[in-house]
């Protein structure tokens, strides 16, 4: 089975910065995409940031300009530079990654991490 393990998440001052990491246990290049999803208390989940196997990149509007997603194929491992942060992005973060296998699209999530913006 596929994992996805995450980790920096925390707390954080408003306008400051976290990175999010998402260690995979397979190469990166194995999935169609790989991307980052959150829910607030109360509120629905919502996609945050996705990346592509063709490096295609799409931000939620609330995120444009302060978050960017990245991929170290080296390191199997996916990344979320969270800058300016505020405290309306706190929420579980979850990492996930789509695998097609064939005529099979396979979804893998991580475990969520926590971010926190407050002052």
């Known amino acids: 089975q596929v994992q996805l393990v995450e980790s920096g998440g925390g707390w954080m001052q408003p306008g400051g910065s976290l990175r999010l990491s998402c260690a995979a246990s397979?190469?990166?290049?194995?999935?169609?995409?790989m991307g980052w999803y959150r829910q607030a208390l109360g509120k629905q989940r919502e996609s945050v940031a996705t990346?592509?196997?063709?490096?295609?990149?799409n931000y939620a509007d609330s995120v444009k300009g302060r978050f960017t997603i990245s991929r170290d194929n080296a390191k199997d491992t996916v990344y979320l530079q969270m800058n300016n942060l505020k405290p309306e992005d706190t929420a579980v973060y979850y990492c996930?990654?789509?695998?097609?296998?064939?005529?099979?699209?396979?979804?893998?999530w991580g475990q969520g991490t926590q971010v926190t913006v407050s002052s």
């Open positions: 996930y990654a789509d695998e097609v296998r064939g005529s099979i699209k396979l979804n893998y």
């Open positions: 397979k190469s990166t290049f194995s999935f169609n995409a």
């Open positions: 990346l592509t196997s063709s490096n295609n990149r």
